[in-house]
């Protein structure tokens, strides 16, 4: 036997086609875009934020690709009616400061639910996007409202399980 023929018989022959991983294009992801509303009554807030945040990032989908946004769009009504576990009501505080001296602020999440209900369930699913630019468009596809109502009805949302 020559060199190339004990080469070619070591190797295994393939019975089909060749397996290639599939990479989702943006034009593909674009295509298939559904709109999905969420009821966050009584949900804890990050079991809700993180099921949100897989179907933004489009891993719910078998096109998933992680460099391209084939997420779907996500409707969360009824954000003041969020439960936080244990204390976390009265303990939990949402920081911020304003960059000049002094600016430094902090508010309990009930004092901040009461104000500003959407701004927990925002700054939670944030967290669990990625922090690029990527992370940034995956947000605007997210709506969040405090009411039960919202203006997406002609979008003929679905309801997430």
């Given at each position: 036997m020559?060199?190339?023929?004990a080469?070619?018989?070591?190797?295994p022959?393939?019975s089909?086609?060749?397996?290639?991983?599939?990479?989702?294009?943006k034009?593909?992801?674009l295509?298939?875009r559904q709109?999905?509303?969420?009821?966050?009554?009584?949900?804890?807030?990050?079991?809700?934020?993180?099921?949100?945040?897989?179907?933004?990032?489009?891993?719910?989908k078998?096109t998933?690709?992680?460099h391209?946004?084939?997420g779907?769009?996500?409707?969360?009504?009824?954000?003041?009616?969020?439960?936080?576990t244990g204390r976390?009501l009265?303990?939990?505080?949402y920081?911020?400061?304003?960059?000049?001296p002094?600016?430094?602020r902090?508010?309990?999440?009930a004092?901040?639910?009461?104000?500003?209900?959407?701004?927990?369930?925002?700054?939670?699913?944030k967290?669990?996007?990625?922090k690029?630019?990527?992370?940034?468009?995956?947000?605007?596809k997210?709506k969040v409202?405090?009411?039960?109502?919202?203006?997406?009805?002609?979008q003929?949302?679905q309801?997430?399980?």
């Amino acid at each position: 036997m020559t060199t190339n023929e004990a080469s070619t018989a070591a190797t295994p022959k393939q019975s089909g086609p060749i397996q290639k991983t599939f990479s989702a294009k943006k034009e593909q992801a674009l295509l298939d875009r559904q709109w999905w509303v969420v009821d966050a009554t009584d949900q804890p807030l990050g079991r809700l934020a993180s099921k949100v945040a897989m179907v933004l990032r489009g891993k719910t989908k078998p096109t998933y690709t992680p460099h391209v946004d084939a997420g779907d769009f996500v409707i969360v009504v009824n954000a003041h009616k969020i439960k936080l576990t244990g204390r976390k009501l009265e303990q939990k505080k949402y920081y911020r400061h304003s960059g000049e001296p002094g600016g430094f602020r902090e508010e309990k999440y009930a004092d901040l639910l009461k104000r500003k209900p959407e701004l927990p369930i925002m700054k939670a699913v944030k967290g669990m996007l990625p922090k690029n630019i990527l992370g940034r468009e995956l947000l605007t596809k997210l709506k969040v409202y405090a009411a039960a109502d919202h203006p997406h009805a002609a979008q003929k949302p679905q309801p997430l399980k």
